[in-house]
């Protein structure tokens, strides 16, 4: 069974930095994609960016752009996403997703969220 744990939210000034992780296990991840999403109190949740396994291809909600990043460790079987320059729009519980691209269905496992808050 594939399991997504992320770590690494927590609270912090506008302006600063956090780095997400999703540790991956049960699965054979070369040939997936893996997300962050996130949804704010009140709202639907949204797409933050995407890697496939290989890193070749990389994708970003326009929001985001040229502020987070994100990246694998392959040995590691974690993926990161590295968020700059924040702002309390921001704030959310991001979830770590995989798609094994096996069928049409979009990201079939998620992990459970990490909260970020972003102040003022």
């Known amino acids: 069974q594939v399991q997504l744990v992320e770590s690494g939210g927590g609270s912090v000034q506008a302006g600063g930095s956090v780095r997400l992780s999703c540790a991956a296990s049960?699965?054979?991840?070369?040939?997936?994609?893996m997300g962050w999403f996130r949804q704010a109190p009140g709202k639907e949740r949204e797409f933050v960016a995407s890697?496939?396994?290989?890193?070749?291809?990389?994708n970003y909600a326009d929001s985001v752009k040229g502020r987070f990043t994100i990246f694998r460790d392959t040995v590691k079987n974690t993926v990161y996403l590295q968020m700059n320059s924040l702002k309390p729009e921001d704030t959310a519980v991001y979830f770590c997703?995989?798609?094994?691209?096996?069928?049409?269905?979009?990201?079939?496992?998620w992990g459970r969220g990490t909260q970020v808050t972003v102040s003022s």
């Open positions: 997703a995989a798609d094994h691209r096996l069928t049409l269905t979009k990201y079939e496992y």
């Open positions: 890697i496939t396994w290989s890193g070749a291809r990389t």
């Open positions: 049960g699965g054979a991840f070369s040939n997936y994609i």
